[in-house]
């Protein structure tokens, strides 16, 4: 909730709909914007797209865009890729509808023509960007939340220990390279001890999501 002090705080905004003459509506696989800076009458973005896709997906933006171009390719997970690319800015962009607000931008996911944005605006210009959204952007449904920022996540030098192992000799990979047991005797402590740390990191980072999330 809104602190009693707060003035015109950020709301966060899910938006969904379909951009009207967009690469959005050509393609058939799910793609994500994770992060973007406007370069004037350009803008650089980076889009998560799958890798079997990824021919396909430059060939959209290659037909929809005056001028287009990839800066950089690298793998993001086993079947995913992330992708530099710089392209020329449309008026009808739906970054400057968040940018004129002074919202901040957090991801924008497509999937079978349907554009899913999400962001946070001061509350009282959440009407201003949907009505500029709504001039390029077939809403179909709008959702919202109070802005939450997460606190840090601190683990103690232990907890961080711990973890350093864990991750290093595969505990919680599927299937698990080592357990409990094993890791336990490598970092020189009882297995409770062990069993203790771990439920204290998975708690914290718990709460921490839930937190950033906006969750109560």
Not at 40 to 69: T, W
Not at 84 to 102: E, H, M, P, T, W
Not at 111 to 135: I, S, Y
Not at 149 to 159: D, F, H, Q, T, Y
Request: contains cysteine.
């Amino acid at each position: 909730m809104a602190g009693k002090k707060d003035f015109n705080p950020f709301l966060v905004l899910k938006v969904e709909g379909v951009h009207n003459d967009c690469w959005t509506t050509k393609i058939d696989f799910p793609t994500q914007i994770i992060h973007y800076r406007d370069m004037g009458p350009y803008v650089k973005m980076s889009v998560i797209v799958p890798k079997k896709d990824l021919k396909k997906f430059v060939s959209a933006l290659r037909e929809y865009y005056r001028l287009f171009s990839i800066q950089t390719v690298q793998e993001y997970s086993r079947d995913r890729v992330l992708l530099s690319v710089i392209k020329n800015y449309r008026q009808s962009s739906l970054f400057k509808a968040i940018d004129g607000v002074g919202g901040i931008f957090f991801s924008s996911k497509s999937e079978g023509g349907v554009e899913n944005w999400e962001f946070a605006v001061p509350t009282n210009r959440k009407e201003d960007v949907l009505e500029v959204m709504g001039e390029t952007l077939d809403i179909r449904n709008v959702r919202e939340r109070n802005f939450v920022v997460p606190n840090m996540l601190e683990l103690s030098r232990n907890e961080m220990r711990v973890l350093k192992a864990a991750m290093e000799l595969g505990y919680f990979d599927f299937p698990r390279r080592t357990n409990s047991s094993e890791l336990s005797k490598f970092l020189g402590i009882d297995r409770t001890t062990l069993i203790y740390h771990l439920r204290s990191i998975q708690k914290k980072l718990g709460m921490y999501i839930l937190n950033a999330m906006g969750e109560e």
